[in-house]
């Protein structure tokens, strides 16, 4: 399986951010990306590629001009004039801060995603029926991390939204796509971005009450042409394996597999994992074998896009067992 990745995307380091009023650490680090780095380059079948430089034009899909020109430009005029009046405007919480190497990360981590989008589209045109055996997959490991960013308003560690950005690269030619969301947090940013489009189908599985609080509930089904492809299935914090997987398995088959889409991106966090700092359901290592397995059983191309995950301990391998579940 290739893995799109790219050290620029470790330049991005906050040193602190603010959580229930306390500051802190700022837990979504450059050693997340390289613990997820160091166990996948322990297996054999994952090939590290870097990404090429696609531009701002597929960004500017899904974010307006002004949006991307306060993330490339808000740290130098704060510095300059000492103060930005417009800094808390694009901002909704204190998890963005954003330092001198913000945007140049940001902007690394969509060209890994659309690099990685336009190589599973290439791949798929490109391979005979036969050649679709074994089901095409693809790993982009980004950082920052997306799906809480809106068109014009960074939040929970996001500033471009990665996913998003994809989804637009994979629906030309008519193609559908299905995002399915698996980062313990609802993908809010996501959601808004394509509330008013029946393509994608957006499908999210998210911890319940807690971030982003305001959104994610079951009766956001989307607006207008968009009715009915916006699935939410909030989950408490006591859900486990079995009950996640079953939860899964019942969204496959009412939703994402009827919608005959042509491919699937899979926004990954593993914040779920059961001693996440910040998420925190009750999967375990094993359990994200098992999510790999039921996503194979989709049955499409599928892109991977890394979102959230906090204990470092495990990041590696909870990511690698999603991605070895599809293997297999
Ligand atoms: C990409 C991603 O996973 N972003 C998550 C951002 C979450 N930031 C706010 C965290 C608030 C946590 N609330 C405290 C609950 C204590 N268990
Ligand atoms: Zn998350």
Known sequence: MKVFYSNVCLKHAPKHEIISGNLI?????????????EYLDSLPIFDFVSPIDNGLDPILSVHPKDYVEYLQTAYDEWVNI?????????????????????????????????????????????????EMNPLPGIFAL???????????????YCFLNNAAISTNILKKDNKKVVILDIDYHHGNGTQ?????????????????????????NESEK??????????????SKDTDDDEYLKKL???IYENINPYNADYLIVSLGVDTYKDDIIGGLQITSEGYKRMGELI???????????????????????VGNVLLGFNT
């Open 25 to 37: 650490d700022y837990l979504e680090s450059p050693s997340r990306l390289i613990k997820i780095k």
């Open 142 to 156: 980004c950082r920052p991390p997306g799906h809480h960013a809106n068109s014009n308003v960074c939040s929970g």
């Open 192 to 216: 808004d971005i394509f509330y008013l489009s029946s393509n994608p189908l957006y499908v999210s599985l998210h911890g319940s009450p807690d971030y982003p609080w305001f959104t994610g």
């Open 222 to 235: 989307g607006e207008g042409e968009g009715e009915g492809f916006n699935v939410n299935i909030p989950l």
């Open 82 to 130: 000492g103060g930005n009046k417009d800094a808390g405007l694009y901002c909704s919480d204190l998890s963005c801060c954003i330092t001198k190497d913000t945007w140049e990360s940001a902007y690394e981590s969509a060209q890994v995603v659309i690099s990685a989008a336009l190589e599973l589209k290439r791949f798929v045109e490109e391979s005979s029926e036969k």
């Open 296 to 318: 194979k059983s989709i049955n499409l191309p599928t892109l991977f896009v890394m979102e959230g995950g906090y204990h470092l301990e495990t990041i590696g391998i909870n």
């Open 249 to 251: 398995k019942k969204v």
